[in-house]
């Protein structure tokens, strides 16, 4: 079992920034891949990025390319997103998930365990 707890969001001016924290606990998080997902208010859950578990990859949506940039320290158990030039529409719930050996890709259903999410909202 793993337990992930998302941190970091608010509200934010268009075109600020923002961090997010997902910090694990409960077994070796090394082994892991990580997924960020956001929800907004009426939206599907859609991917943002991913990191895999050895680190050395990273994956982004279209929409996010060039503008957030996903981290993680695996000594401190916590992937970080960080996010730049924030947009009206980055509004949303944000969810880290986790994924046993995996590439941090954009399926949904193949991670094992999902935070609580944290919420983020950017003013214009």
């Known amino acids: 079992q793993v337990q992930l707890v998302e941190s970091g969001g608010g509200l934010v001016q268009d075109g600020g920034s923002l961090r997010l924290s997902c910090k694990a606990s409960?077994?070796?998080?090394?082994?892991?891949?990580v997924g960020w997902f956001r929800q907004a208010p009426g939206k599907e859950r859609e991917f943002v990025g991913g990191?895999?578990?050895?680190?050395?990859?990273?994956y982004y949506a279209d929409s996010v390319k060039g503008r957030f940039t996903i981290s993680r320290d695996n000594a401190k158990i916590t992937v970080y997103l960080q996010m730049n030039s924030l947009k009206p529409e980055d509004t949303a719930v944000y969810y880290c998930a986790v994924e046993r050996w995996g590439l941090g890709g954009s399926v949904e259903r193949k991670y094992d365990y999902w935070g609580q999410g944290t919420q983020v909202t950017v003013s214009s």
């Open positions: 990191i895999n578990w050895s680190g050395s990859g990273t």
């Open positions: 409960g077994r070796t998080f090394s082994n892991y891949a």
